[in-house]
Nanobody, 119 residues
Framework: VQLVESGGGVVQAGGSLRLSCAVS????????MGWYRQAPGKQRELVAS???????RYGDSVKGRITISADTYKGTVSLQMSSLKPEDTAVYSC??????????????WGQGTQVSVSS
């Protein structure tokens, strides 16, 4: 089971970008999906997450500018980002709290996608 991300790139400040992530392979159940990011020299931080009951959570630095949506039955999650700032530049990684089988539940991570915001 893998998480496959797409949608990163370079955008000007004030612009928008959409990140997508999909589970590749079969799984039993997904409980939470979301995104973290890590900028050079900084700690990894939560961008947004969403549960299978559609409860979302956002990092303080992105509230009001980012919207997360997911279909946990299909294993897909998207991040719509707007009003991007240079400080949003980071590697964005998708994750899923997922049961790959009835007996195994773990956190799964994507390979990361670069988002660069130019001033």
């Amino acid at each position: 089971v893998q998480l496959v991300e797409s949608g990163g790139g370079v955008v000007q400040a004030g612009g928008s970008l959409r990140l997508s992530c999909a589970v590749s392979g079969s799984f039993f159940s997904i409980y939470t999906m979301g995104w973290y990011r890590q900028a050079p020299g900084k700690q990894r931080e939560l961008v947004a997450s969403i549960t299978d009951r559609n409860k979302s959570r956002y990092g303080d630095s992105v509230k009001g500018r980012i919207t997360i949506s997911a279909d946990t039955y299909k294993g897909t999650v998207s991040l719509q980002m707007s009003s991007l700032k240079p400080e949003d530049t980071a590697v964005y990684s998708c994750y899923a709290d997922m049961a790959s089988s009835f007996f195994h539940r773990d956190d799964y991570w994507g390979q990361g996608t670069q988002v660069s915001v130019s001033s």
